[in-house]
């Protein structure tokens, strides 16, 4: 089903028509709103009345997650707080959360995407939805919720955690549609096998997963273990929050991008030039009709070329390939985002470790793992077994405290870990998303 | 002076244990004693050298972590009985033992116990008193 069949089944003619009116009103109320964005524009010679045509973008500056933090909490906000109703936060713990605020009417917006995103997936308002996005400043939660109930479905506000309560609750209300981050959902796969539940006991007959990487593997994975069909997902909160774009059950093969209200480009890495549709590069975004918080250009460090090619499911939005790789090193750990250069400032910032350290991610079971590998120094070896185990537990308490994730340390010999000759590589990513 | 104690860290990987031995032998450096300590992810070697500052330049040029410490070594009989006689006095005078290791000198003559505790001056004052034979750096490196 498709929920906005006129605008999701747009002409590409058409479309193109919309986004670029939709595109120089969106630049023009920028500009007349923040001074940072006029600023920026100002300082690239560019003003409004430069965007003639969707080519022109490419005059505009991009935005980074820099630009939003050095603007922390509410600086690139086009309208007083009294407008606002409601407001989320990235977990970025150290230095700036990003902050993202929403009107009336984009938290309308927001419920139609995610509304759009279920209905590719198959969902209809007969469905019994389990949500299982984590409530909070994140924005899982409330935005699959909004979506589902804008659907009007029995939703079932659940959030993340408790995994035995989730399976009881699950089958004893018949839930058809799960969401969830696909490692929870691998995780709920582990305890139902425990609780001795088999899948075909319940009614769960599709699952919507994002927030987090996952593989062709993995959906083949859960799947086959829950009987059910695992749809792709893809947001960020910078951008919207779930429900930029999401697989059609249909093909389950890429992503449609909501382009009438999110424009995409693929940049170079390098030059940041852009791309053709078919060339990898950068996704980069530019929102078309959000009110709050709109972003112009935001570099989203996801890469992945856009797909043109007409899909069976009628939608003519252009669709984008599962993310596999990101161009800087974030990691997304159970859905957190972790910096390296997080984990480092505890690192560093205890006395005697070394500033050699590297993190190996993988995936234990259905769980995402962290382990930093420590090199010992003089300064902080002992003789003694309790000191050095005493120092471990210390550095995961810093760790754990600070980013709210759990990282094993390993101490290893000086000089084991390798030295880089330029850009140290600091994470092996051991997963194989 | 106390005896002193080379420590050394290591990864659990094949071969370590090898290398450092190996390295002390191209040195000519002879080990009085050692002990190993063994944890889940890494391990702790221990050793009493003939030349105690020898041996720490030798294995820090090889790239190992290495700290000297002091332990109290003690004679004891070599029967049955003998250890548990220092082991007493220790008990007695609630001393706490970090670690511990032995060796004899000559099977049957006498076995020398090396001990770290928190707290040092306590326990070399416990052994005094009870009239156990505290040897020397000296006596332990040159025998």
């Known amino acids: 089903m498709i929920w906005n069949e006129k605008n999701e089944t747009m002409p590409r003619e058409e479309l193109e028509v919309v986004q670029l009116a939709r595109l120089q009103a969106q630049v023009e109320r920028v500009y007349a709103t923040v001074p940072y964005y006029r600023e920026k524009m100002d300082a690239a010679g560019v003003a409004p009345g430069d965007i003639k045509t969707l080519q022109d973008i490419k005059h505009l500056p991009f935005t980074t997650k820099d630009d939003l933090r050095r603007n922390y909490p509410f600086g690139l906000f086009t309208v007083p707080l009294d407008r606002i109703v409601r407001i989320h936060a990235s977990s970025g713990t150290t230095g700036q959360p990003t902050v993202v605020g929403y009107t009336r009417r984009d938290i309308k917006m927001w419920a139609e995407m995610m509304a759009r995103s279920l209905a590719a997936a198959g969902v209809t308002q007969k469905d019994v939805v389990h949500n299982a996005y984590g409530y909070g400043l994140f924005t899982g939660g409330l935005g699959a919720h909004y979506g589902a109930e804008e659907m009007g479905c029995a939703v079932i506000p659940i959030s993340g955690g408790n995994s035995k309560r989730q399976i009881t609750l ?52 859960l799947e086959s273990r829950l009987k059910i069909k695992a749809v792709d997902i893809y947001g960020l909160s910078e951008v919207l929050g779930p429900g930029v774009a999401v697989e059609c059950i249909e093909e389950q093969r890429g992503l449609h991008i909501m382009e009438d209200h999110f424009l995409p480009e693929i940049v170079d890495r390098d030059t940041f030039e852009p791309l053709a549709p078919g060339e990898k590069g950068e996704l980069v975004f530019t929102t078309l009709t959000k009110e709050a918080f709109p972003v112009i250009r935001y570099r989203t460090k996801d890469v992945c070329q ?92 810093n760790i754990k405290d600070l980013l709210g994730i759990s990282c094993k340390i390993k101490l290893v010999e000086p000089k084991t870990i390798q030295r880089s000759e330029g850009k140290a590589q600091r994470v092996i990513d051991k997963r194989n998303i | 002076m106390n005896v002193q104690q080379v420590a050394v860290f290591l990864e659990h990987k094949p071969g370590r244990l090898a290398e450092i031995s190996h390295c002390l032998a191209e040195s000519n450096i002879n080990i009085r004693a050692l002990s190993l300590a063994d944890t889940t992810d890494f391990g702790i070697l221990r050793l009493v050298a003939d030349d105690t500052d020898k041996a720490r330049k030798v294995l820090k040029e090889h790239g190992f972590t290495v700290g000297v410490t002091e332990v109290i070594a003690v004679g004891a009989e070599d029967r049955p009985g003998g250890m548990d006689k220092i082991l007493q006095v220790v008990s007695k005078a609630g001393l706490n033992v970090e670690y511990m290791y032995a060796f004899t000198k000559k099977s049957g003559e006498s076995g020398i116990l090396l001990f770290k505790f928190d707290e040092p001056a306590q326990a070399l004052t416990a052994f005094k008193e009870a009239g156990i034979k505290i040897l020397s750096g000296e006596e332990v490196h040159s025998m």
């Open chain 1, 306 to 397: 856009l797909i043109t090619k007409v899909c069976t499911c009628g939608r003519t939005f252009h669709r984008m390939p599962k993310v596999t790789g990101r161009t800087d090193d974030m990691l997304i750990i159970r859905g957190v985002n972790v910096f390296p250069s997080q984990i480092e400032e505890v690192l560093i910032g205890t006395e005697g470790v070394e500033p050699h350290y590297q993190l190996v991610v993988s995936r234990e079971g259905s769980l995402d793992t962290i382990e930093a590998q420590v090199e010992v120094s003089e300064e902080f070896f002992s003789d003694e077994v309790r000191v050095l185990e005493g120092l471990t537990r210390k550095l995961q308490g």
């Open chain 1, 170 to 221: 699950m089958r004893d209300f018949g839930s058809t549609v799960l969401l969830a981050t696909p490692s929870y959902t691998l995780n709920l796969a582990d305890t139902m096998a425990e609780m001795g539940v088999d899948p075909s006991e319940l009614k769960l007959r599709v699952g919507i997963f994002g927030a987090e990487p996952w593989s062709e593997q993995m959906r083949t994975e």
